[in-house]
């Protein structure tokens, strides 16, 4: 028998359609003459080692969901090796393992070592069953996880284990999603559908990236289908989608086979500016073939002589059932748990998986060759899979110039100061490839500096307006889309502008970075990608005249939830602290950075030194001395400072001694909730310095009050001795001055509530018709008059 033949034969349940046959036999022969290969016979052998290893993981993923250990002989396994609590996604992970083999077989016939992305994180056990035969595995699990029976089986018992260490971390480099300890992994894939929207975003020119992408998640966002907008040859490198059309999700079929099935699919697809190709995703063969088809499509479309943009991008349809080679394939069931019974109670489940495991079983010599046989990184070399540049991302430390300084006193916006430095920024380091995520708005939220050089990307621009063919705005009036665009650059220089209230529609996106990360620095692990400031603006206070749609500072609060060492939220009060901040974030790594910045024109309150020894700090003194003043006005945000600082100019009219003062970053002076952040926050002397235990204090916040008081809490005295003004969730299509008083943060409640923490009377701060103005009877507009 050739190795044609007998990879022709196919192996346990794996077969090669007579398409899929004449697809591979063209391919080898191209490989061949273009001297890719020695001889046809080592691609016929790389092709049959995929078959093994194929089904030797399928069986290692059903094994990691209901059973404590392997058997490398094939024999059943008795009752009481099966798990007391089957868990996983099997069906999907079954899915995912001719897909990733494929991925594996691509790379060793061409020698070329491409990244991955898998969108569907809970299908892991396909990744880790893989990884743990090749010996690809992360440092946190070598030695732990190999392809002996005792690797294998720690691997299997290890899954949803639970286990917990002394300090609360999960204690197994195992999860049950992709995470930092899967070898290879960029994303968890929690949050469906993302990954369609970033993959075409990730690599330069000169990768590769096989991007694994799902049916159910094609459900979930929109935007994956404009991919063909944004990637240009010049700026990009080749990105191969891989849809596993398995057809189901949870509890039913996928819209797409409801509406058609694979054909469906690909006809959307071609509308949309793809260039679709049908395989069969059963057979890793067939999904290697895909891949490399796929590239060299796209070669061939760019070098036509008539060949314009946009380009008709590869996508990979891998049709397949939910669960192929297990019972319960093409069922709901195959889901989760498809035998319908736990094997460790249920004599017919047992039966059906060790009938299961038998066919998939592949004796130890011929795994052993057939791994052998795949590994030929040494020859190229290339880098390991793990080992992919999209892994390891660490681009060149930014040039950062010096601001061009306003004085104190002056008036400007502080969204045109960042417009400023953003373009110095840019001109500084152009070996950094930027991708600004635009909601449609850059302009009006004035950038309009940073859009004129740097341009929407489009297919076909338009005469007179900002737009290039190769422009690195994208832009999209879809929130998560665009910030995909920059979360997704990793080696490059990126930025995000937002309205406020709709930058909370990237949460889960911006989450599923933050938390990625943070896992990354808490196994020591070292992530190297520049920091992603998300700039929002037209914010709730000045966007008073935009009813309660527009007026939410939710998206602060909840990155604030975050640990603060990778997830920094700022509310800078001028231009030269906004520039300041977004300066020394870009000094950083890592991490994610909400800046809250106003773009209406506002007075210039701090120096270029006040201002930078503020984004060091977090926060600083503006007025008043805390050693001196019987109370302290602590602003968070550039209108609360506003406020503040005519409370203190009343108050001091009147004799009393206060001081104001301002915090950047909220998350600096918190609570440490584990090591690495008290690294982050300010030490306990620094914090008293700003804060004087014991001094009365009036919270003037941004946000909503209650959240602001819990990161606050080293601030705060008790209802006692700190009170905290914020937004009450109040609002409509008012001026800003009716947002403030809507909101009872004015300077007049500021000094009300300041009166009541220190005792003096209300009348001897404030006059009649103030009082009765916030007190609900007067006039608002007395307010403005004082």
Known sequence: MTLRDEWQSGFGPIRHSANTVSRVDALVQRLASSSLIPAPDSAYSMFAAADRLCCAAMNVVAHMSYALRIDLNGEPLAADDFKSDPQGHTGGSLNMVPAFVGYLLANALTGKTRGWLMGQGHCVAAIEAVNALTGDVSAAQRGRYDRSAQGLGRLIRDFYSYAIDASGLPAVPLGSHAGPNTAGAISEGGYLGFAGLQYVHMPLPGEGLVAFLSDGAFEEQRGSDWAPRWWRAEDCGLAVPVMILNGRRIEQRTQIVQEGGAQWLAQDVWHNGFDPLIVDGRDPSAIAWAILEAEDRLQNHLAQADFRYPARLPYVIAETEKGFGFPGAGTNAAHNLPLGGNPRHDEAARKAFNQSARGLFVPGTQLEQAIAVLSNHAQGPRPLESAHP????????????????????????????????????????????????????????????????????????????????????????????????????????????????????????????????????????????????LIVTSHTWENAKNEQSHQDPTIGEALLGEMSDTSRVLFPVDGNSAVAALRQVYAGRAQLACMVVSKRDGRQHLSAQAAQSLAEQGAAHVVGDPAASVLQFVAIGAYQLDQALIAHAHLSQLGYACCVSVVLEPGRLRMARDAIESEFVLPEAALRALFPPGLPRVLLCHTRPEPMLGILRRLDGGPAQTRALGYISRGGTLDVPGMLFANRCTWAHAVDAAAALVGWRREQVLDLSVRQAIDGHGKPADLLSV
Not at 391 to 397: F, I, K, M, N, V
Not at 405 to 434: C, I, K, Y
Not at 458 to 472: R, W
Not at 501 to 519: P, S, T, Y
């Open 390 to 533: 999209l892994a390891h991302r660490h681009p060149q430390t930014p040039t950062l110039p010096v601001p061009d300084w306003a004085q104190p006193g002056e008036s400007g916006s502080a969204m045109t100061a960042l417009d400023h430095w953003f373009m110095a920024l840019v001109r500084a380091n152009p070996l950094l490839r930027v991708r600004i995520g635009n909601p449609d708005e850059l302009a009006s939220n004035k950038m309009g500096g940073t859009l004129a050089l740097l341009k929407h990307r489009v297919n076909h621009p338009e005469p007179g307006v900002a737009e290039d063919l190769h422009g690195s705005v994208i832009t999209a009036l879809n929130e998560e889309a665009v910030a995909a665009a920059a979360l997704a650059n990793k080696a490059g220089l990126n930025l995000i502008v937002s309205y406020e209230a709709f930058a909370m529609k990237m949460l889960g996106l911006l989450r599923q970075e933050i938390i990625f990360a943070r896992r990354q620095k808490e196994l020591g692990q070292t992530p190297g990608w520049l920091v992603v400031p």
